[in-house]
């Protein structure tokens, strides 16, 4: 292989997109029980709501943190159990990345590399605060990212509509 076809391959694998993790971390931690013990001697019946949502921050031209927070939420007859909040971050060099997968890339591709060490969390802090371990279903985060680009685009459409018309 001539010198120039070793440049060119060089500078091929440079162009070809990278995403890294540098550093996964945990970056917020709650959990309250602000009923205990009655919550102990109550039967156990819980509704368990979950809410999910991730912030992507760009630090320089390729370092991103991206923050996948999860809030649980369990309650009996209208008492708060216990209120477990995780906040997973992620340091990721994203490089040659087109600008049109960006989007994809911080919120679906990156949260879920966050996901299992949030569920993890999660558990071992409900479990921590004695009751029953809590273990996360998989989230589909692709699916989620299209589901917030369709809504976006929707009431986009929908403030469109909503102007008046202006006539010259």
């Known amino acids: 292989m001539s010198e120039e076809e070793k440049g060119a391959a060089a500078a091929e694998v440079n162009e070809q997109p990278q995403i890294m993790i540098q550093r996964v971390y945990l970056k ?3 959990f309250e029980s602000p009923n205990s013990p009655q919550s102990f001697t109550a039967e156990w019946k819980p509704e368990v709501g979950v809410d999910l949502n991730s912030q992507a ?4 031209e390729t370092s991103f943190e991206v923050v996948l927070r999860i809030t649980i939420t369990a309650k009996a ?3 708060t159990v216990y209120l477990a909040e995780v906040h997973q971050a992620g340091l990721f060099h994203i490089a040659n990345v087109p600008k049109e997968s960006m989007g994809q890339v911080l919120g679906a591709f990156c949260p879920n590399i966050l ?3 949030a569920r993890e969390a999660i ?3 409900v479990q921590r605060g004695s009751f029953p371990a809590l273990m996360l279903a998989p989230v589909n985060f692709d699916a989620l990212y299209a589901q917030s680009i369709a809504q976006q ?3 986009s459409a ?3 509509e ?3 018309e202006q006539t010259h």
Request: no cysteine; proline share 8%; charged share 35%.
């Open 158 to 160: 929908e403030a469109g």
């Open 77 to 79: 007859e209208d008492k």
């Open 162 to 164: 909503a102007e008046p």
């Open 28 to 30: 917020d931690l709650s």
């Open 123 to 125: 558990d071992s802090l």
């Open 57 to 60: 921050r760009q630090l320089n």
């Open 153 to 155: 685009a929707e009431q």
């Open 115 to 117: 996901f299992p060490y």
